[in-house]
């Protein structure tokens, strides 16, 4: 199982649709933006379907070991 980078970008317009698909691994900073619980994390389905619904694509996942980024689906 691969491990997964989680970050938010600073075009995050806090829509809080990834608040809601995947509430264990995203939270709120006090402007609205959202930030990911954990930076490293094993791959999971919640995860990639909120970087995928996000509606300004913030939310980057990449390989924590190669680089590349996870193809969203
Ligand atoms: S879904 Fe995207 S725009 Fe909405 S709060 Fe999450 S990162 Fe920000």
Redo the contacts with the bound molecule.
């Keep these: 199982m691969a491990t997964w980078r989680v970050a ?1 970008s600073g075009e ?8 809601g698909i995947a509430p264990a691994w ?1 939270a709120r900073r006090a402007d609205g ?2 930030y990911p619980t954990s930076v490293l994390i094993e791959e999971n389905a919640a995860v990639l379907d ?1 970087a995928a ?4 694509e ?2 980057r996942l990449s390989d924590a070991e190669t680089g590349e980024p996870v193809e969203l689906a």
Excluded: D, E
Excluded at 12 to 18: D, E, F, N, R
Excluded at 53 to 56: E, Y
């Design positions: 938010v995050c317009v806090a829509s809080g649709s990834c608040l995203f933006q959202s909120a619904c996000c509606p300004v913030a939310i």
